[in-house]
């Protein structure tokens, strides 16, 4: 079940290719899941009719919707494509939105401190930190500290409720709000430190997180909203890899802090913010056929960019001429997915068993080729050595080495991150 989290009123017009405007009323409506529907009620006019018309040849029709809220605040749309129409003593139109919303104005202005809150969809943790309010004490939030700016993740006010109807019912609900502070000029840069620690999070968790709206505060008054089109899943509880209701040592927090700069560092040269997007992503699937080969296809993804990143920086070159000699051999075949993937591990020490990378190899094989599983195998055994794996592979890379994670390979038994013996 998706909640309603933001619903606004106004009056504008739909701007299009083919008609310079159609005035309209118009109703928004933020759903916890991201997605952004829009309601224009349009006089039966001719320039109204031409959308329903230019509907009825085939291709989508995109508009653009521009306007003025109730209570003054500007409202800007600037992509969305049309779903349903109805008919009536006038023209409905139900839009929904591909870009993010923009209410209200921001006037930048040099060195000025704004307070940016983020709802976030999904974010389930225990809090580490006390707040009082209403005569209450709530262990509800914990602040990390990222790039020099300070983020505080706190719950919901009705958050236990939220996750009980998560829990039972599943969908997307924006549990948790992220707020930070930082100068006009540098929002821009903030909000990239934000999105990384989300990414992080999403790692951290097992659950794909992700901004739902914004809300930038001047002097304490609202300035300007964002409704932004995310990318959510509905909620399921999954295996995480860092325990996120360990509130006395406060794991999360230290994973974030401990993480962001190697993270930032390889995020690019090695595609870290894809791997873990379909590592998370594999981890909200239903069939454990495609759960295999997602998060198979992540760990393809991280060889792929290291062959790039490795290349360009000169640190595999002499090596890629042995390789490359090895590779061509007398067959002319080329090297296979686990010895070159061997290089990458024992470049950055992870700790593995050579049959962790054979088993993963010929089970993706099988799927890829057969789109079954191997028989006489346990997959779902399987599937958890495969995230077991991953997990080492990413908390090693993102120098976590030292530090305690869950190994879903043996019950999500606390165990420390040990680096490989040289």
């Known amino acids: 079940m ?115 809150h ?18 209450t004490v709530a262990r509800d939030y914990f602040d990390s500290v990222l790039d020099g700016y300070t983020f505080r ?7 236990d409720q939220i996750f009980k109807d998560l829990e ?34 999403s790692f951290a968790t097992g659950v794909w997180i992700g901004p739902v709206y914004e809300e930038i505060y001047v002097d304490g008054k609202l300035a300007m909203s964002k409704l932004l089109r995310s990318k959510i899943f509905s909620y399921r509880p999954t295996d995480h890899v860092i325990d996120i209701d360990n509130f006395s040592k406060c794991d999360v927090k230290e994973f974030l802090e401990a993480t962001y700069l190697p993270f930032k560092r390889y995020k690019k040269s090695l595609g870290l913010g894809g791997v873990i997007e379909y590592y998370a992503h594999a981890k909200q699937l239903n069939y454990l056929t495609t759960k295999f080969l997602i998060a198979s296809v992540a760990l393809e993804c991280l060889h792929s960019y290291a062959r790039q990143h490795f290349g360009q920086t000169g640190e595999w070159r002499r090596q890629n001429r042995f390789w490359c000699f090895i590779s061509r051999g007398l067959l002319g075949r080329k090297v296979s997915f686990p010895r070159q993937f061997v290089r990458l591990l024992r470049h950055f020490n992870v700790k593995y068993e050579a049959e962790e990378l054979t088993r993963l190899y010929k089970i993706r094989n099988k799927i890829v080729h057969e789109g079954v599983l191997p028989a006489k195998i346990d997959g779902l055994n399987e599937y958890r050595r495969l995230i077991n794996f991953t997990d080492r592979i990413l908390l090693t890379i993102l120098g976590y080495e030292g530090k305690q994670f869950l190994n879903c390979a043996r019950s999500y038994a606390r165990e420390t991150l040990v680096l490989a013996s040289n």
């Open 118 to 135: 983020c709802g976030l969809a999904n974010l389930v943790f225990a809090g580490c930190q006390v707040s009082q309010m209403d005569n």
């Open 2 to 116: 998706t909640g309603i989290v933001r619903t606004y009123s106004g009056k504008g017009t739909i701007r299009t290719h083919f008609c310079p405007g159609v005035p309209c009323s118009f109703d928004i409506v933020l759903h916890g899941d991201g997605e952004i529907d829009v309601r224009c009620e349009c006089p039966h006019t001719p320039d109204a009719l031409k959308i329903l018309q230019e509907d009825r040849k085939g291709p989508l029709v995109y508009v653009a919707i521009f306007g003025t809220l109730l209570d003054g605040r500007q409202v800007k749309i600037r992509k969305a494509y049309l779903g349903n129409t109805t008919l009536s003593t006038g023209l409905t139109y139900d839009f929904s939105s591909t870009s993010r919303v923009e209410i209200g104005v921001l006037r930048r202005i040099p060195g000025q401190s704004i307070e940016i």
């Open 153 to 159: 993740f706190k719950h919901m006010r009705d958050y």
């Open 168 to 201: 039972s019912n599943g969908g997307a609900s924006v549990t948790t709000e992220i707020v930070f502070s930082c100068p006009t000029d540098n929002l821009s840069k903030a909000e990239v430190v934000m999105h990384d620690a989300l990414t992080l999070l």
